[in-house]
């Protein structure tokens, strides 16, 4: 995982309730064990026809999404199925961080620990981001707050082990690792008693 400390990007916006994570990735991309090649099969059923064909004015296939890192979405982001694909597909696209009022609770631990920052704020700022799609927001990790172009600063919570390992870079096995030396330590003090 990439270290995340601040997060500068344009925003894409899909204000849909209730996007399952069916639709973020359906159900027949999931005998992969790869993440790479997903994002180009993120919302695949609304981002292509019967044929394959892109469906032009569907937001991900417009210009304006190109290089957004930011996905403000509407109530009850990532709900359904446990699928670790889903938040796979959203960073293999290029976000890095996705914006609701309300996040499922196994799509967000998932996006912890995968590398993908998910953000609930009040319904207020979100509704601005709403109304204003690719307005260039600035998501600082490090004070847990959101700048939006207004000048109006959002502050945010991530639970305090989630947020470590996405500051500095690491999943769990790899926190685990970091600690080696300690366990070893541990181990053996323990042994000679």
């Known amino acids: ?25 359906p159900g027949r991309f999931l005998t992969t064990t790869t993440k790479q090649g997903l994002g180009e099969q993120l919302f ?7 044929s394959g064909k892109p469906i ?29 694909h889903a938040p796979w597909a959203l960073l293999d696209y290029g976000f890095q961080a996705v914006i609701s009022t309300e996040i499922a609770d196994i799509f967000r631990n998932n996006s912890l620990k995968n590398g993908l920052l998910p953000i609930v704020i009040d319904a207020e700022p979100h509704s601005w981001l709403l109304a204003n799609p690719g307005a260039k927001v600035t998501i600082d990790l490090e004070s847990n707050t959101l700048c939006l172009p207004n000048g109006k600063h959002v502050t945010f919570n991530i639970e305090a082990f989630a947020r470590y390992c996405l500051l500095n870079g690491v999943d769990e096995l790899g926190f ?11 181990e053996a003090r323990t042994l000679r008693t």
């Open 1 to 25: 995982m990439q270290p995340i400390k601040t997060i500068s990007s344009c925003t894409v916006v899909m204000p849909a309730t209730n996007i399952d994570t069916d639709q973020i990735i």
């Open 44 to 50: 695949a059923d609304w981002r292509y026809d019967s």
């Open 56 to 84: 032009p004015d569907f937001i991900l296939n417009t210009a304006a999404a190109k290089g957004c890192r930011v996905l403000v979405a509407g109530r009850n982001f990532g709900c359904g199925s446990s699928r670790e």
């Open 176 to 186: 685990l690792l970091q600690q080696d030396a300690a366990i070893t330590a541990y």
